[in-house]
């Protein structure tokens, strides 16, 4: 994971994952087209970090999810996810333009759309699945950062493509990144919940992450070689259930 400048962002930095680039190059060199002065610069990084690139992820992210039941069914996941405080100071720097210190949500709106339009090539690093179905989202809503305390956090709900009724078996999802250059986490089972308009009886349980439990392992494995990469594999997963009536 790097932070890499975004042509015209206007000094706005937005998530760019080694996989990313290496396909904007694939793409650009097929098509006989120049490399943006972005992408030259993303491989310089790539070169002189290639080897500790391989073993670590470089952005850290808190990550909380709520389950947004509609009229009995499951219609979307809202997520916050909170950047590291390495993360946070370079990518607001700049950005307080009014210089007082803080950063308004007009000043960030420039860098959540930067950075919503980057996580929509990896699917917003949030794969569900309705038994060993894989689900598909629809276009995100209500995104914006907010930063407090040298801490930078991103909201916004990712409404599911089709809703899902609230009491279909095997309801689960994991957030990850398949190249593990941004280590997501939920914390705790605290990090999941529900929305109002959950039907009574239904509940999110949270995965151990792989290692620490065989059930984990095997959740984990099925994601990991269904949709590819080893993040998946590392991916702490939700499963939600309900009681049928």
């Avoid at 210089?99 to 690093?125: H, Q």
Wanted: glycine residues 8%; hydrophobic residues 45%; aromatic residues 10%.
């Amino acid at each position: 994971m790097h932070w890499a400048m975004v042509p015209g962002s206007k000094g706005a930095w937005a998530l760019v994952t080694a996989l990313e680039i290496r396909a904007s190059m694939t793409r650009q060199l097929q098509a006989s087209r120049p490399i943006p002065v972005a992408g030259f610069a993303a491989v310089a990084l790539l070169a002189l970090w290639s080897d500790t690139l391989s073993a670590h992820p470089h952005v850290f992210v808190g990550t909380e999810t709520t389950v947004v039941y509609d009229a009995g069914r499951i219609a979307a996941l809202s997520h916050t996810w909170t950047f590291d405080e390495l993360y946070s100071a370079m990518a607001v720097e700049g950005l307080d333009k009014d210089r007082d210190g803080t950063f308004s949500r007009e000043e960030l709106a420039e860098l959540t759309k930067v950075n919503m339009d980057a996580i929509k090539e990896t699917a917003f690093y949030t794969f569900a699945r309705l038994g060993e179905t894989p689900l598909t989202f629809a276009e995100p809503k209500d995104a914006y950062l907010e930063y407090k305390g040298g801490i930078l956090s991103l909201h916004f709900d990712l409404p599911l493509a089709e809703p899902v009724l609230a009491e279909a078996l095997g309801f689960n999802f994991a957030v990850y990144d398949e190249t593990f250059y941004i280590a997501f986490d939920y914390a705790d089972a605290s990090a999941v919940k529900l929305s109002e308009g959950a039907p009574k009886g239904c509940t999110a349980s949270l995965s151990a992450a792989p290692g620490e439990d065989a059930d984990s392992v095997r959740l984990a494995d099925a994601f990991s070689n269904a949709l590819g990469g080893i993040g998946g594999g590392l991916a702490k997963t939700v499963t939600v259930t309900c009681q049928r009536t």
